[in-house]
């Protein structure tokens, strides 16, 4: 099992460009989740879903859309880059709730 | 919704000391508690959880406590190593797995 994979690795954007962030897992989980990391901010959760066709927003979700139309993938959009979403990205799943979560290998995204 | 709070930021200490880190949360609901160990550049991973209906878990040199009444856990890691330098996160989540994370503590340990 590959896990949790996250495209790319890094990513460099100007101000107003789009783009989408890839995540896919081979591990047949219901949950999926995308965190921000900021220094000395944590892991903050932008949007997650507990299955396919469902996502809801969590504690930072403006400027970001998410679908989840299969069971692997989770893919993050960002509608219109803005320098305050330099970030590195962190997608991550788990089988179910209060069940260990297993994390991609992350995204460093700049915008300039 | 849930917010949890973790202290210190930072702790230095010397090999073979003891290192605590502790949280707190906000939500009574919470039921399940993951400590992740995040080296540098690196994703952050799973190290010991602990559920609410345990008050401790420990696996070789760490160690979890849980006060449900006072909404506080802590990471007890003893006999420390230079390996053990990396950010370490607490977090909590109730049911739909929305885990809510700590700010972080970065731990040097020093040779």
């Known amino acids: 099992n590959a896990g949790v994979t996250q495209t790319p690795k890094f990513q460099v954007l100007k101000t107003g460009q789009s783009m989408t962030l890839q995540c896919a897992q081979d591990m047949n989980h219901e949950y999926m989740s995308w965190y921000r990391q900021d220094p000395g901010m944590g892991l903050r959760l932008i949007h997650y879903s507990v299955g396919a066709g469902i996502t809801d927003q969590g504690e930072v979700p403006n400027g970001y859309n998410v679908s989840r139309s299969t069971t692997e993938d989770f893919p993050l959009r960002l509608l219109s880059a803005a320098p305050s979403q330099t970030s590195v990205y962190f997608c991550a799943s788990s089988y179910s709730d209060g069940i260990e979560a297993f994390f991609g290998q992350g995204t460093r995204l700049t915008v300039v | 919704g849930e917010n949890v709070e973790q202290h210190p930021s930072t702790l230095s200490v010397q090999e073979g000391d003891s290192a605590v880190i502790k949280c707190t949360y906000s939500?009574?609901?919470?039921?399940?508690f993951p400590w992740y160990k995040q080296e540098l550049g690196k994703r952050p991973q799973l190290i010991i959880d602990?559920?609410?209906?345990?008050g401790e878990k420990k696996d070789q040199r760490i160690a979890v406590t849980l006060n449900k009444t006072a909404k506080h856990f802590s990471l007890h890691i003893t006999e420390t190593q230079p390996e053990d330098s990396a950010v370490y996160f607490c977090a909590a989540t109730a049911a739909g797995n929305k885990l809510t994370f700590g700010g972080g503590t970065r731990v040097l340990v020093k040779p």
């Open positions: 939500d009574s609901a919470s039921n399940y």
């Open positions: 602990i559920r609410s209906n345990v």
